[in-house]
């Protein structure tokens, strides 16, 4: 019987727990996967190696120039800033720029996506009996869609952050980005998206109408973590008698992390608040002065196998985002750590966002605040009434947050485009 495959394209992001885990079921689901992958840190979530996924890194171009190209640039740059050093500084950095936007605007960095990335993923997929191709973000959507123009192949877009036209970010390159990817998606036979709010948002952007969406909430595969840890108490020496309470991922101002360390500072002695990811360059000084060391700063990061044990040693979870933009905003299905809290049964506190709010109604499994200043009384509901809430995270990870049981939609959507 002829094995049935499918090609998944990501280009100049992280390969995370979402792409690792769709990779992982789609072998298990009997398809050979081949994953081309361009600019990719494969340090975050490392990809199993089975005989039935393949995996194509094309790595000889920088942002659409070959690296040669990039690497005379960059020479011809900085020899410029040292010829320059006597120049008034707002000067100097006005003509900066205008040197450096043609450097880097020769032909082929004009392409978002160099021919060399297509013509190489063509090699393979013409070779193959392809059911489908899954294009994972802006630039994999990209990817995918040229070589499905030049295959014939159907392609799935496969949208896991939300960066629309709401976003105040943008530069001439991304809105490059943007026109191209609103091209290939509208000619999409599906949308891969966390939920309907988030789905609503992005096929207004990219002017979709009756789009077909498939919704995957960020999920994680596996069982729930019934069995507590106690990592966090014996890294940090922390006394029994104390509550941990953990800011689990980015610690920097989208997560208002400023704010919550300062609010921290004022609740009971009895509870412990420790921050634990990657830090924004400068901050974690900064925050240490700032909580007289009364917040515990972590980031010494663990494996992601060993994520769940470092979870599951906390008694509460924070998830905090801020309101603007959308992509911040609407992430009750789209936040990894939420996920992983409810997996490890740690009740959470979060801003009262529709999202959070939809979800907590059905499950309460924490406690949605208005402002910060509630923190603490939220910290005493849940544990006036803890393993209500410790039971309920368990339910709300089992029926909305496990990868395997939301992707089963997509195996059956690939399965019917035979």
């Not at 280009?11 to 979402?18: G, I, L, M, P, T």
């Not at 000067?91 to 004009?110: Q, V, W, Y």
């Not at 970010?169 to 509208?186: C, G, I, M, N, S």
């Not at 059905?362 to 393993?387: H, M, P, W």
Request: proline fraction near 3%.
């Amino acid at each position: 019987m002829t094995v049935k495959r499918v090609a998944i394209f990501r280009a100049f992001e992280s390969v995370d727990s979402q792409l690792g885990y769709t990779v992982a079921l789609l072998s298990e689901e009997g398809f050979h996967v081949d994953l081309f992958l361009h600019q990719c840190d494969m340090e975050l979530f490392q990809i199993s190696d089975e005989e039935k996924i393949g995996v194509y890194q094309i790595d000889g171009y920088v942002m659409g120039m070959p690296r040669r190209r990039m690497q005379a640039c960059v020479k011809r740059i900085k020899s410029w800033i040292e010829h320059s050093k006597m120049l008034p500084p707002t000067i100097r950095l006005r003509a900066l720029l205008r040197k450096i936007k043609p450097e880097f605007m020769l032909p082929g960095a004009t392409r978002l996506i160099p021919s060399k990335l297509i013509e190489e993923a063509i090699k393979v997929v013409d070779d193959g009996n392809y059911v489908c191709l899954i294009g994972v973000e802006k630039a994999g959507l990209i990817w995918a869609g040229m070589v499905g123009e030049r295959t014939g192949l159907p392609w799935i877009y496969h949208s896991l952050e939300l960066f629309t036209s709401d976003n105040d970010f943008v530069t001439d390159y991304y809105a490059r980005y943007r026109k191209a990817e609103k091209l290939y998606h509208q000619k999409a036979v599906a949308t891969i998206i966390q939920d309907q709010e988030r789905a609503d948002v992005l096929f207004k952007d990219n002017e979709i109408q009756n789009g077909k969406a498939l919704f995957v909430p960020v999920s994680i595969m596996g069982e729930a973590l019934r069995e507590r840890s106690d990592y966090l108490r014996k890294k940090h020496d922390i006394p029994r008698n104390k509550v941990v309470v953990l800011q689990f991922g980015q610690i920097n101002e989208w997560r208002l992390c400023k704010e919550i360390m300062l609010e921290a500072c004022d609740v009971n002695q009895d509870i412990v608040l420790i921050m634990h990811g990657v830090f924004s360059e400068g901050k974690q000084q900064y925050m240490h002065t700032s909580s007289g060391g009364m917040v515990i700063l972590s980031d010494k990061l663990v494996p992601y196998s060993e994520v769940g044990k470092l979870i599951s040693s906390a008694d509460i979870g924070l998830v905090f985002y801020r309101k603007s933009p959308l992509n911040q905003y609407l992430t009750g299905s789209a936040s990894e750590k939420l996920a992983l809290y409810l997996q490890a049964g740690v009740p959470v506190i979060m801003f009262d966002y529709p999202s959070f709010r939809q979800l907590n109604d059905k499950y309460q499994f924490g406690v949605c605040i208005g402002e910060l200043r509630e923190l603490e009384q939220a910290i005493a509901t849940i544990l006036d009434n803890y393993s209500y809430y410790r039971d309920n995270a368990f339910a709300a990870f089992t029926d909305h947050y496990e990868f395997r049981r939301n992707f089963e939609k997509v195996i059956d959507y690939i399965d019917s485009l035979e």
